[in-house]
């Protein structure tokens, strides 16, 4: 089973920075790995996404504000927040493909990650 563990969400003031983590378990090909952010009473939703070629695709939501990137010999990926909003405010959640569902459907939706990580708020005041 691979474990996902998050860190670096809390409280920034609107136009401030974040860096997100996740690092997953070792033994297991990470064909792609990606956050998704909920807000309360909305679904969960794409934020960014990484392959193991180490492309990355955006949300138009976030594209140009957030960077994605991998340290593959840690197992860890980051998320590079910056120019935050209110709306960005949500649980954000770390998320692994190890069957290769990421490849065949496409890397922007839940249905295609089996591991997911505890989540981690992100507060963005006003």
């Known amino acids: 089973q691979v474990q996902l563990v998050e860190s670096g969400g809390g409280l920034v003031q609107a136009g401030g920075s974040l860096r997100l983590s996740c690092t997953g378990s070792?033994?297991?090909?990470?064909?792609?790995m990606g956050w998704f952010r909920q807000a309360p009473g909305k679904e969960r939703e794409f934020v960014a996404a990484?392959?193991?070629?180490?492309?990355?695709t955006y949300s138009d939501s976030v594209k140009d504000r957030f960077t994605l990137s991998r340290a593959n010999a840690e197992n860890t990926m980051y998320l590079q927040m910056n120019s935050l909003k209110p709306e960005d405010t949500a649980v954000y959640y770390c998320?692994?493909?190890?069957?290769?569902?990421?490849?065949?459907?496409?890397?922007?939706?839940?249905?295609?990650?089996?591991?997911w990580g505890q989540g981690t708020q992100v507060t963005v005041s006003s």
């Open positions: 998320a692994a493909d190890t069957v290769g569902r990421t490849v065949v459907h496409g890397i922007n939706s839940v249905v295609n990650y089996e591991h």
């Open positions: 070792r033994g297991f090909i990470l064909y792609s």
């Open positions: 990484i392959r193991r070629s180490d492309a990355t």
